[in-house]
Nanobody, 115 residues
Framework: QGQLVESGGGLVQPGGSLRLSCAAS????????MAWYRQAPGKQRELVAG???????NYTDSVQGRFTISRDNAKRTVSLQMNSLKAEDTAVYYC?????????WGQGTQVTVSS
């Protein structure tokens, strides 16, 4: 059974940076498309960034140029570098792994951007 564990969330001032990490276990990491989603209070969960098993990345428009997703297949991790953070980036961030009918989620990590 696949398991994803996120880390790296916290409180940061506007304009600051955070790096989220997600460690995967119990799944064939190299075939999975990995992604970060977020959910703000009262809003639906949304895709922030995704990266294919071959390393091709995509981003939602609101984070393009500020966030960078990366993966390390040897370490079975996926990271999200978040720069120039804004108050509207405040949310719980979730790691996701998807391959065929297999879809795994982490427990989420809180990111709060506030002065």
């Amino acid at each position: 059974q696949g398991q994803l564990v996120e880390s790296g969330g916290g409180l940061v001032q506007p304009g600051g940076s955070l790096r989220l990490s997600c460690a995967a276990s119990g799944l064939a990491f190299t075939v999975y498309r990995m992604a970060w989603y977020r959910q703000a209070p009262g809003k639906q969960r949304e895709l922030v960034a995704g990266i294919t098993n071959r390393g091709s990345a995509n981003y939602t428009d609101s984070v393009q140029g500020r966030f960078t997703i990366s993966r390390d297949n040897a370490k079975r991790t996926v990271s999200l570098q978040m720069n120039s953070l804004k108050a509207e980036d405040t949310a719980v961030y979730y790691c996701n792994a998807l391959f065929a009918n297999n879809n795994y989620w982490g427990q989420g990590t809180q990111v709060t951007v506030s002065s």
